[in-house]
Nanobody, 130 residues
Framework: QVQLVESGGGLVQAGGSLRLSCAASGRTFSNYAMGWFLQAPGKEREFVGAITVNSWSGERTNYADSVKGRFTISRDNAKNTVYLQMNSLQPEDTAVYYC????????????????????WGQGTQVTVSS
């Protein structure tokens, strides 16, 4: 069982940056694959990116095409925290952003779907003004 708490959302102008944080409870954070999703008003939740840890190859990240090159996911296993650095934000990035987790001690799965994650945070609002 893990609990996730997101923070760092807010209002930013187009072209600006924000860094979201997701703090996880529990003692084996490094065994979890972590993901970020967003849900824009009136739309379904969609994948942003994910980060896994493989004992042989280290950390691996993958992103949705819409954020590739602008958003970066990182994690600090010592702090039980995953981050989403968002640069060059645009009004269409306005959404509630959710952190998600799933147990994956091998880090061998490719994540890009909501159904792959069993634990979710409450979300944090990001609003980008034009």
């Amino acid at each position: 069982q893990v609990q996730l708490v997101e923070s760092g959302g807010g209002l930013v102008q187009a072209g600006g940056s924000l860094r979201l944080s997701c703090a996880a409870s529990g003692r084996t954070f490094s065994n979890y694959a972590m993901g970020w999703f967003l849900q824009a008003p009136g739309k379904e939740r969609e994948f942003v990116g994910a980060i896994t840890v493989n004992s042989w190859s280290g950390e691996r990240t993958n992103y949705a095409d819409s954020v590739k090159g602008r958003f970066t996911i990182s994690r600090d296993n010592a702090k039980n925290t995953v981050y989403l650095q968002m640069n060059s934000l645009q009004p269409e990035d306005t959404a509630v952003y959710y952190c998600a987790a799933t147990v994956d001690p091998w880090g061998s799965t490719y994540y890009n779907r909501e159904g792959q994650f069993g634990y979710w945070g409450q979300g944090t609002q990001v609003t980008v003004s034009s």
